[in-house]
């Protein structure tokens, strides 16, 4: 089974341009996480979808941050306009809450997203 | 608030060697689940265990081994007769279990297996 898989796996960009990273979960997940990793800050969460509806997004820096779950298998975190300290490697997780042994409430990661903002 | 700890920022070991990682923990809740995650050069990040608060047996699988007291708030991972491929950042974290799956990481200790 394919695991979960983010695109591109490298972006380099210029300040004040708009980045969009993409995210496809493992099939059947039902929640789905963006997390942000830099030296500075470590993991920390930037939001998290359950069902396809944003339930917390309290870690999203600012207001140039937004994500979006349209369906089931897809989500986008789009940083406008894009700035130097937002380069960082952004990873995307998915777990399933279900009735199954074992498979609730692991989180699954893709291989990252490594932003450059210059 | 809940609190992952892992003190030990960097640790090198001569291969062969056994290694302990140390996590230490604070919630306030009575149910939550532990993890614990690997990063290799690579940059994925690899589910390697995850432990409920109500299970504190020790797990082990192969040379990796786990040993979880609820008394000290500790979840610490040890790896037996290490190998070079050993060689990761390895991370500790902490979920509630209310139907909350956010996870809480700790920073990570750097892990480098010497030949």
């Known amino acids: 089974d394919a695991g979960v898989i983010q695109s591109p796996r490298h972006e380099v960009t210029e300040m004040g341009q708009e980045v969009t990273l993409r995210c496809k979960p493992i099939?059947?997940?039902?929640?789905l996480f963006w997390y942000r990793q830099t030296m500075m800050r470590g993991l920390e969460l930037l939001i998290y979808?359950?069902?396809?509806?944003?339930?917390?997004d309290s870690g999203m820096p600012e207001d140039r941050f937004s994500a979006k779950m349209p369906n089931a298998s897809f989500s986008t975190l789009k940083i406008q306009p894009s700035e130097p300290r937002d380069s960082a490697v952004y990873f995307c997780a998915s777990s399933l809450q279900g009735a199954l042994p074992g498979a609730k409430n692991i989180q699954y990661f893709g291989a990252g997203t490594r932003l450059s903002v210059l | 608030a809940q609190k992952v700890t892992q003190a030990q920022t960097e640790i090198s070991v001569v291969e062969k060697e056994d290694v302990t990682l140390d996590c230490v923990y604070e919630t306030r809740d009575t149910t939550y689940y532990l993890f614990w995650y690997k990063q290799p050069p690579s940059g994925e990040l690899v589910f390697l265990i995850r432990?409920?608060?109500?299970?504190?047996q020790n797990e082990i699988s192969g040379r990796y081994s786990w040993n979880f007291q609820k008394s000290t708030s500790s979840f610490n991972f040890t790896i037996t007769a290490s190998q070079v491929v050993d060689s990761a950042v390895y991370f500790c974290a902490l979920s509630e279990a209310r139907g909350n799956e956010k996870l809480t990481f700790g920073t990570g200790t750097r892990l480098t297996i010497i030949p």
């Open positions: 432990r409920n608060s109500f299970d504190e």
């Open positions: 979808f359950n069902n396809n509806v944003p339930i917390d």
């Open positions: 099939s059947g997940h039902d929640y």
